[in-house]
C-alpha cells in the first residue's frame, strides 16, 4: 500500500516551510545573508535545524527561494507601474524610482538581492532574477519605441543595461560600509534621470 499524507499533515509540512522561509527573510532583512545561517533561522521559527534540512537540502536552496520570493514581490509592483498610465517615460522613470526607493528602505535584503558575498548558486539565481527585473523594463521601452518617445534600439541591451546601472548606483549606500547619501532624493532622482537619458528619453520628473 503506498503512504499518502493526510490533509492535515500536507498542512503541517506547508505550514513549516512558510516558517522557514519567513524566518529567513526576516533575518536577511535585518542582517544581510551573513545574518541568516541556519541555526539562526531555527531558533527564529520555532524548529529544530535537522527539521529545516527536511524541506531545503542546503542552505543555498533557502537564500535562492527567500531571494526569488522577495524579487517576484517587486516585479509585482514594477508590473503595475509598467502596465500603469502614463507615458513610457514616466513609467520607466517611477519604476526605476520605485525599486530604488524601496532598496534604501530595505537595504540589506536588497543588497542580498544585489550584491552581497554569496556561493555561485545564488549568484546564478541573481542573474536570472535579474533578468526578469529586464522583462519589465524591456517592455517599457518597447511602448516607448513604438509610440516615438525614445529612438529605435537594441530593447534587450537597453534593458540589461537600466538594471545594471540603477543596482549597481545602490551598492555602495546599501552595502555594509552603508556610503552617507547626503540628499537621498537627490540620489533617488540622479538615477532616475540617468535612466531616463540613458534610452534617449527627456531626463525631467514626471511631472515637473
Given at each position: 500500500?503506498?503512504?499518502?499524507?493526510?490533509?492535515?499533515?500536507?498542512?503541517?509540512?506547508?505550514?513549516?516551510?512558510?516558517?522557514?522561509?519567513?524566518?529567513?527573510?526576516?533575518?536577511?532583512?535585518?542582517?544581510?545573508?551573513?545574518?541568516?545561517?541556519?541555526?539562526?533561522?531555527?531558533?527564529?521559527?520555532?524548529?529544530?535545524?535537522?527539521?529545516?534540512?527536511?524541506y531545503f537540502?542546503?542552505?543555498?536552496?533557502?537564500?535562492?527561494?527567500v531571494l526569488?520570493?522577495?524579487?517576484?514581490?517587486?516585479?509585482?509592483?514594477?508590473?503595475?507601474?509598467?502596465?500603469?498610465?502614463?507615458?513610457?517615460?514616466?513609467?520607466?522613470?517611477?519604476?526605476?524610482?520605485?525599486?530604488?526607493?524601496?532598496?534604501?528602505?530595505?537595504?540589506?535584503?536588497?543588497?542580498?538581492?544585489?550584491?552581497?558575498?554569496?556561493?555561485?548558486?545564488?549568484?546564478?539565481?541573481?542573474?536570472?532574477?535579474?533578468?526578469?527585473?529586464?522583462?519589465?523594463?524591456?517592455?517599457?521601452?518597447?511602448?516607448?519605441?513604438?509610440?516615438?518617445?525614445?529612438?529605435?534600439?537594441?530593447?534587450?541591451?537597453?534593458?540589461?543595461?537600466?538594471v545594471g546601472?540603477?543596482?549597481?548606483?545602490?551598492?555602495?549606500?546599501?552595502?555594509?560600509?552603508?556610503?552617507?547619501?547626503?540628499?537621498?532624493?537627490?540620489?533617488?532622482?540622479?538615477?532616475?534621470?540617468?535612466?531616463?537619458?540613458?534610452?534617449?528619453?527627456?531626463?525631467?520628473?514626471?511631472?515637473?
Amino acid at each position: 500500500m503506498v503512504y499518502r499524507r493526510s490533509p492535515l499533515m500536507e498542512e503541517r509540512l506547508a505550514h513549516n516551510r512558510e516558517r522557514i522561509l519567513e524566518a529567513t527573510r526576516s533575518l536577511v532583512a535585518r542582517g544581510g545573508l551573513r545574518e541568516a545561517q541556519i541555526s539562526a533561522v531555527a531558533n527564529v521559527a520555532g524548529i529544530s535545524t535537522g527539521m529545516i534540512y527536511r524541506y531545503f537540502t542546503a542552505k543555498t536552496d533557502l537564500f535562492v527561494e527567500v531571494l526569488a520570493a522577495a524579487v517576484s514581490h517587486e516585479i509585482e509592483i514594477l508590473e503595475a507601474i509598467g502596465s500603469g498610465p502614463g507615458t513610457a517615460r514616466d513609467r520607466l522613470f517611477a519604476a526605476v524610482e520605485s525599486f530604488t526607493r524601496r532598496a534604501l528602505n530595505g537595504p540589506n535584503l536588497a543588497y542580498a538581492f544585489i550584491a552581497e558575498p554569496a556561493d555561485p548558486e545564488v549568484d546564478i539565481a541573481r542573474i536570472r532574477e535579474r533578468k526578469r527585473f529586464a522583462d519589465v523594463i524591456r517592455a517599457i521601452l518597447a511602448d516607448g519605441v513604438a509610440g516615438g518617445e525614445f529612438p529605435a534600439q537594441n530593447l534587450d541591451a537597453s534593458a540589461a543595461c537600466i538594471v545594471g546601472a540603477y543596482t549597481e548606483a545602490l551598492v555602495g549606500p546599501i552595502g555594509p560600509a552603508r556610503e552617507v547619501v547626503g540628499d537621498r532624493e537627490a540620489l533617488i532622482a540622479s538615477i532616475c534621470e540617468f535612466c531616463v537619458r540613458a534610452v534617449g528619453g527627456a531626463a525631467s520628473k514626471p511631472g515637473a
